[in-house]
């Protein structure tokens, strides 16, 4: 298995918080990794690459200003925010993008910084933050939880003076991933994993070196991969079992097994059923596993409901998979999902990063030949899918 995106993202970030190299194993090799090195290369850090290990050195913060042509392209752009403030009192960054699921507004992350005494003003489509004394520690609280709102607080308070609280903080594994490696760095961040995390400001961090957690979407989107089409997979890697944790017991109620290995997981399908299930902030359900369960539900006897609570325009994928003979009826956020005897091959679109695989799932599962344009979505977040799709027995190929 990979490295995950989504941790490999703000591990990057976090470079600008020290003078001295930050070391990343197993980097995965994806577009949104190569967008962040180009975004965190232009405020002026230096990257050195060497198969699995990515070196990142921020010796000085040659600009603070993170461009519209770069953040546009990715959401988690937006994560450069907190350690530019922190480490220079000043930053300039661009409104976001990424995949057009929701609004995905950052108003969280600008209330969280100007709690710990940041003046934010929103200018010419960029939020232009400074904070000429330092920022000072303080009390956070989220609304809702929010993963990139929560490290990018969590990076900015290791440079405060005092202590900071971060009340209804987002518990998934890729920010207990980030403050593993931020107290690496010498900073000092207590509870991470809960709701309610602690970080003791200190006046400098180090460089350390630290190995990213595997994707946990990766891992149930392959093994979704092995279910729809009845077969076996062995999955491979350390620890797979508890990053599956959120959607070990939808997939076991759906008759996806997963048993525990030395290498990692082994994956089958028995007499699978349809669920209800909601998608949930961690330890529940992930949005990043919808589009995925959805597709094996498109041919798995039986009604399922499954509910998006995280992004109100994550069903873009339904009309595809109905174009493929799926039953699909929208409903307000729940999809009400009719399984039918087979999906037919079709010409579809990927409309996101994540629905890009369920389209491939389908296909996989489907009679006859399907043909997904526009995979520059997959590729953001998933390494080499073809390869490892092949190597299973698929019949895929990438069309250049």
Known sequence: ?????????????????????????????????????????????????????????????????????????????????????????????????????????????????????????????????????????GEVSFSIPTVTGTENIMMAATLAKGVTTIINAACEPEVSDLAECLNGMGAKISEHGTPKIAIEGVDKLQGTEHRIIYDRIEVGTYAIAAAITDGEIELIGDGLGELMSGATSVFEQAGIRIKSAASGLLVSAQDLKPVNVATEPFPGFPTDLQAQLMAIMCVTSGTSVITENIWENRFLHVPELCRMGADITLKGSSAIVRGVKSLQGAPVMATDLRASFGLVLAGLAAKGTTVIDRIYHLVRGYENAVEKLQACGADIEEIL
């Open 1 to 137: 298995m990979s490295g995950a995106k989504n941790a490999a993202l703000p591990l990057m970030v976090a470079s600008l918080l020290t003078d001295k190299p930050l070391v990343l194993d197993n980097i995965p090799k994806l577009a949104d990794v190569k967008t962040m090195s180009d975004l965190l290369c232009m405020l002026g850090v230096s990257i050195d690459c060497s198969g699995k290990k990515m070196t990142l050195t921020a010796k000085k913060i040659c600009s603070t200003t993170a461009p519209y042509e770069l953040v546009k392209r990715m959401r988690a752009s937006v994560l450069v925010l907190g350690p530019m403030l922190a480490r220079t009192g000043q930053a300039r960054v661009s409104l976001p993008g990424g995949c057009a699921i929701g609004v995905r507004p950052i108003n969280l992350h600008i209330k969280g910084l100007q709690a710990l005494g940041a003046d934010i003003e929103l200018k010419d489509g960029y939020v232009v933050a400074s904070v000429p004394k330092g920022l000072k520690g």
